[in-house]
């Protein structure tokens, strides 16, 4: 074998794992809208812009440009505006993630597909914060307690970061934007 040839199938076994990580960090969304294309990117723009996201917008899409962050807890950014309330916990969603892209197509002049890729990046590295916090209060406490500790940690800030904040919440406004 020569210095740059790789042994059968580790393209592949490559190949898998950035589609992997790939599936793993996007999450991808799709909704049907009786609205027209164009009025529902109007409205998606609307909520973007509402709640701090930077976007740049294209024919029928629209990719963020930059995502507010929010590091501490008395930052206005974290909540949604007081005139705009777009779900019931008041935070911001778009707060969570790295990024979002919009893309809109006309489907029989009647119905247009919304298909919304959300971008998670930042939701994993919360989650990381939040498991080594937990390892280092672990660390000062018994096995047992500690160990669990850990795991139900691990478990609400994915569930609670990554599935919900950075998942549902965000489709939930965006098609609730789209009814409205």
């Not at 996201?53 to 990719?63: C, M, Q």
Request: glycine fraction near 6%; aromatic fraction near 12%.
């Amino acid at each position: 074998m020569g210095a740059n040839r790789q042994p059968f199938g580790a393209y592949e076994k490559s190949n898998y794992a950035a589609q992997a990580k790939a599936v793993l960090m996007h999450k991808t969304y799709e909704f049907v809208s009786q609205l027209p294309a164009q009025t529902a990117l109007e409205r998606i723009e609307g909520l973007l812009s509402k709640e701090g996201v930077e976007y740049k917008a294209d024919n029928l899409s629209i990719a963020s440009v930059r995502t507010p962050f929010a590091l501490l807890s008395f930052d206005r950014k974290l909540y949604s505006s007081t005139d705009h309330r777009s779900n019931w916990t008041g935070l911001n969603p778009f707060i969570y993630i790295s990024g979002v892209v919009v893309r809109c197509e006309e489907v029989d002049r009647v119905f247009t597909k919304v298909t919304v890729r959300i971008n998670r990046l930042r939701t994993f590295l919360w989650v990381a914060f939040w498991i080594a916090c937990s390892l280092l209060a672990a660390s000062a406490m018994p096995e047992p307690g500690g160990a669990i500790q850990v795991i139900g940690v691990a478990c609400a800030a994915w569930f609670g970061i990554v599935s919900f904040l950075g998942g549902y919440l965000i489709k939930k406004e965006i098609a609730d934007s789209l009814t409205n």
